[in-house]
């Protein structure tokens, strides 16, 4: 036996997460794209169950009121809370991540000018150069319909880019392409120093890792469910608005669901109050409760514990990548230091995309990114170590 097998078995023998792979529906394929789209949690397909047959097949419009539908935004909110560092009434569910980034960053600029009369002052949109695209392009329509200039800037250089003409800053908490994670302390700290807002995407750090919301003084963030949190493809996505904000936050997407009194079915809108001022229109609860059941995973958990060992695993799969695999075939893209890295590690290689197909066919599964980088999600809920030893020396006999 090899000695970094001995180690995986050892790891694997002393992981206190080691328990929770047997909440997931898996196989024997060593998944490492979780950090796409989680595996499915053993409690959903029953859950789902029971809210189509049950819940609308008998109790049909009963259970808005009776089964807690209406309320499931703000209660599925307050669970994903505690895993971002947010104290409870300050997260709603529901819409898609990019839907989200557009109440978000509009209601920042709306914050940051209160009066919007287009007049001299805080015009401009700092976005992360390297953003998702999606973020980039949702920002570049934000900053037209505000009559703000869109300034896309690489994340290290945005202290020094902030001044009296900036109204919001769009950045990610880790970079989807290298797995970077960016200091968002710092970064928020220098936001508010330029007297301007942030909005945070926490796509690829909610469920992986502290984010500390509101130790931070995060002003507004938003992140999808479907990775780290394991809600299913497509499950809605979460929007943070700090509770000091809440008042002054002036949704672009004015919906009834976001209405102080929903039903009295006003001509006129009137905000509610607290993070249901965040919703829009009906949610869509079949994806919404199999999100709530996916979440019980997270019982008994910390995001500290799943911390220590994300890095744990990606300090693995570093080693064996670099005694495996033969020097100068892979570049590794994603940042040695701990507190630079999130839960995924992206290795450079020059015909990536058919590397990892023939991976997948021996059952490793990350994903590709155009146009070179190999992409290892690292889900510390259900992968092991022995995956990672696998994966890697997998990869070494398909570079080979
Ligand atoms: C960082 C980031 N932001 C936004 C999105 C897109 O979100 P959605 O498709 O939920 O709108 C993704 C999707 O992977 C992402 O990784």
């Keep these: 036996m090899s000695e970094l097998v001995m180690k995986a078995e050892k790891l694997d023998a002393s992981d206190e997460l080691a328990a929770k792979r047997a909440e997931f529906v898996l196989d024997d394929v060593v998944y490492l794209d979780g950090n796409s789209l989680g595996a499915l949690p053993v409690a959903v397909p029953g859950r789902v169950e029971d809210v189509v047959r049950r819940q609308w097949g008998e109790l049909?419009?009963?259970?808005?009121?009776?089964?807690?539908w209406w309320t499931a935004?703000?209660?599925?909110?307050?669970?994903?809370a505690p895993l971002v560092g947010a104290a409870a009434g300050q997260i709603v569910v529901g819409d898609s991540t990019s839907v989200n980034v557009f109440k978000a960053l509009v209601g920042a600029v709306r914050l940051a000018r209160p009066t919007d009369d287009g007049g001299p002052g805080r015009d401009e949109i700092v976005v992360d150069a390297t953003t998702f695209p999606t973020d980039g392009y949702i920002a570049g329509s934000a900053a037209r319909m505000t009559g703000c200039t869109l300034?896309?800037?690489?994340?290290?250089?945005?202290?020094d880019a902030l001044g009296g003409r900036t109204a919001a800053v769009l950045l990610n908490h880790v970079d989807y392409r290298t797995g970077r994670l960016h200091d968002l302390p710092s970064l928020t700290a220098a936001v508010h120093a330029a007297g301007a807002y942030v909005v945070w995407d926490l796509c690829h750090s909610a469920g992986a890792l502290p984010v500390g919301l509101d130790e931070h003084g995060v002003d507004l963030a938003v992140g999808c469910t479907y990775k780290y949190l394991n809600g299913g493809p497509g499950s809605p996505a979460f929007l943070y608005v700090r509770a000091d904000l809440q008042d002054r936050f002036d949704s672009p997407l004015p919906g009834w669901n976001s209405h102080a009194e929903p039903f009295g079915m006003r001509p006129g809108y009137e905000p509610a109050a607290g993070a249901v001022r965040g919703r829009v229109g009906t949610p869509d609860i079949l994806s919404m409760l199999a999100l709530e059941a996916a979440l019980e995973v997270w019982d008994g958990?910390?995001?500290?514990?799943?911390?220590?060992?994300?890095?744990?695993?990606?300090?693995?799969?570093?080693?064996c990548?670099?005694?495996?695999?033969p020097g100068g075939r892979v570049?590794?893209?994603?940042?040695?230091?701990?507190?630079?890295r999130?839960?995924?590690?992206?290795?450079?290689?020059?015909?990536?995309?058919?590397?990892?197909?023939?991976?997948?066919e021996r059952g490793v599964v990350g994903d590709f990114r155009h146009p070179d980088v190999l992409r290892f999600g690292f889900?510390?809920?259900?992968?092991?170590?022995?995956?990672v030893e696998r994966a890697a020396r997998v990869l070494a006999e398909v570079l080979a």
């Design 151 to 159: 300034r896309p800037v690489p994340p290290a250089e945005i202290p």
């Design 331 to 340: 570049a590794c893209v994603t940042p040695r230091a701990h507190g630079e």
């Design 60 to 68: 049909r419009i009963r259970s808005w009121t009776e089964g807690g």
């Design 342 to 360: 999130g839960s995924q590690v992206a290795l450079r290689c020059p015909d990536a995309g058919d590397v990892m197909k023939r991976l997948i």
């Design 73 to 80: 935004p703000e209660r599925i909110g307050d669970r994903i």
């Design 321 to 325: 990548v670099e005694e495996y695999v």
């Design 379 to 387: 889900t510390p809920l259900y992968v092991g170590f022995a995956d």
């Design 301 to 319: 958990v910390t995001i500290d514990a799943v911390r220590a060992k994300s890095l744990a695993l990606t300090d693995f799969f570093l080693e």
